[in-house]
């Protein structure tokens, strides 16, 4: 707290803003994960049909796919149920990060089946064999991909707005596994119509090479949410505006500071006041800012540290 009043300097003051994670949010972003696990196991038996139907090489690559597919829908399941679990003694700012460990353990269970793909495909190169009963395997294959299309689009929507990486992450999993289906069953009836063999195992090492790819982005993005990786510019500018505009009575703000953490954006910043300024005084500009960045970025946990004039930089947040 601010100790003192008029003609005092004031202390360090902390005011953090932790609002709770709400149950609504919890409850519709299990209900999403628990669904995306059961789309995932018939997408699965449908391209494992579709494989041991056709023995085609680049069908089982997207078999071998979705197989991360399930695993992947189980660890966002567990991953956003931890990620719920209130702040405690050993875990004070919450467990919002289990999200970005599933996505980084889903990355890399994708670089695996990539790895899968490609040896498959090399073995089907060096042995060919022609492909049986084709058009029913096709067909199951693309009613699988039409039931990845609809559910990846409820996940990446529900990731943008409830601001989940599990679910994010999930989605854009799914949605690459939607493009690399569609490629495959393209050039699975190029090999029926052509005769060609080895367009099958080719087919599959470009699909792996894609699925590659993929899996590495999603580390990358997701290490950076485990290292405290800043919001995008425009957001962090954003909350900069506000801090100007709503800290009127003080003089600057410096040191400001955000990170995401699942749904929640971290904020803290240092907050300089006239050394004159009473407790009182310096709450209230407290509450006008944290007000007006809680009503415009929901979902955001803040931390203004007050300091008198004497400490002021020069630097940061001017206030208007």
């Not at 995932?40 to 494989?51: F, I, N, Q």
């Not at 003694?89 to 269970?109: C, D, I, Q, R």
């Not at 199951?140 to 601001?163: D, E, Q, S």
């Not at 792996?208 to 982005?217: D, E, K, N, Q, R």
Request: glycine share 10%; net charge neutral.
């Amino acid at each position: 707290m601010i100790r003192g009043g008029v003609g005092a300097p004031p202390t360090f003051c902390y005011r953090v803003s932790n609002p709770a994670q709400g149950t609504d949010r919890v409850g519709q972003t299990g209900r999403i994960a628990a669904g995306s696990i059961a789309v995932s196991v018939v997408v699965l038996g449908l391209k494992l049909a579709a494989w041991q139907l056709t023995g085609s090489a680049a069908l089982f690559s997207d078999a071998a796919e979705s197989v991360v597919n399930v695993a992947a829908a189980l660890l966002a399941f567990f991953a956003l149920r931890v990620s719920a679990r209130p702040a405690d003694a050993n875990h004070p700012y919450g467990h919002h990060k289990a999200e970005f460990l599933s996505a980084v353990t889903e990355g890399v269970l994708i670089v695996i089946a990539a790895l899968e793909i490609m040896r498959e495909a090399w073995q089907a190169y060096l042995h060919p064999t022609p492909l049986e009963t084709p058009l029913l395997g096709m067909a199951l294959n693309g009613v699988a991909t039409l039931m990845n299309l609809g559910y990846a689009l409820v996940l990446i929507r529900a990731g943008k707005r409830m601001r989940s990486p599990a679910l994010a992450g999930d989605g854009r999993h799914l949605m690459a596994d939607v493009v690399t289906s569609s490629g495959i069953l393209f050039g699975v009836t190029l090999v029926v119509v052509s005769g060609v063999g080895w367009l099958d195992p080719l087919l599959a090492a470009l699909t792996a090479v894609y699925i590659l790819v993929s899996g590495t982005f999603l580390i990358r993005e997701s290490v950076g949410g485990l290292m405290d990786a800043a919001p995008a510019l425009e957001v962090v500018e954003h909350a900069r505006r506000l801090v100007a505009e709503y800290a009127e009575g003080a003089i600057e703000a410096h040191d400001l500071r955000m990170r995401h953490a699942g749904p929640s954006t971290f904020l803290e910043f240092h907050l300089v006041v006239p050394g004159a300024m009473t407790v009182a005084d310096a709450h209230v500009i407290c509450d006008r800012v944290e007000a007006a960045l809680k009503g415009e970025m929901p979902g955001m946990l803040i931390s203004i540290h007050v300091e008198p004039e004497s400490k002021a930089k020069h630097r940061g947040v001017p206030v208007l």
